[in-house]
């Protein structure tokens, strides 16, 4: 059984510049979360999918955006790139709609992101 | 005030010892507590949840709630060299909704 799985695993970009980071959730998991962890820092909460719609949106600007598609995998956009937005970007998958109790966030390897 | 602190370490001690890691938190609304063990480059790895007051236990892990004075515990027996890593704790007001970290204590089990 797949866990959740997060591609790229790294990548490099330059101030301005705009990037597209992808997940898939474990098998059976219908919402996905992105989280960004600064080093050194605990996660902050991007926000979460579910049913193809943004369900919660934590403190972030409209600079970060997001979709899920039907198959429930989804991908984080970044638009005009800071040299703060380096990060570790982390997805986490759940069941909401299956039954389950839900709350149980399970997490991806992450993509680090690095802005020169 | 932070709405949850954790002691970020690093916390050093030698193999077989009980190991604790604490959080303290200020919303009243966190009903779900969690602990995730995060090791160096890759992404946390959920190792306990509760739901209530009280204990629950888990091998060698124990995971303590007390609401009533906004403080968590995760107790590690016999740790491990392999136990080294960052421990996280997290707290969400409902069921699947975001999660709200702490900044992690590093631990570091020694041979």
């Known amino acids: 059984d797949a866990g959740v799985t997060q591609s790229p695993t790294h990548l490099i970009k330059t101030r301005g510049q705009q990037v597209t980071l992808r997940c898939s959730p474990k098998s059976g998991h219908d919402t996905v979360s992105w989280y960004q962890q600064a080093l050194g820092q605990g996660p902050q909460f991007i926000f979460q999918y579910y049913e193809e719609e943004e369900r919660q949106r934590g403190n972030f600007p409209d600079r970060f955006s997001g979709h899920q598609f039907p198959n429930y995998s989804s991908e984080l956009n970044v638009n005009a790139l800071l040299l703060g937005d380096s990060a570790l970007y982390l997805c986490?998958?759940?069941?909401?709609?299956?039954?389950?109790?839900?709350?149980?966030?399970?997490f991806g390897p992450g993509t680090r992101l690095t802005v020169t | 005030q932070k709405e949850v602190e954790q002691d970020p370490g690093p916390l050093s001690v030698p193999e077989g010892a009980i190991v604790s890691l604490n959080c303290t938190y200020s919303n009243s609304a966190f009903q779900y507590f969690m602990w995730y063990r995060q090791y160096s480059r890759k992404g946390p790895e959920l190792l306990m949840y509760t739901y209530s007051s009280g204990n629950k236990e888990d091998g060698r892990f124990t995971a303590q709630v007390d609401k009533s004075s906004k403080y968590i515990s995760l107790f590690i027996r016999d740790s491990q060299p392999s136990d080294s890593a960052t421990y996280l704790c997290?707290?969400?007001?409902?069921?699947?909704?975001?999660?709200?970290f702490g900044g992690g204590t590093r631990l570091m089990v020694k041979p």
């Open positions: 997290a707290f969400s007001n409902n069921a699947g909704n975001m999660l709200t």
């Open positions: 986490a998958s759940s069941s909401q709609g299956r039954g389950g109790f839900g709350n149980e966030q399970y």
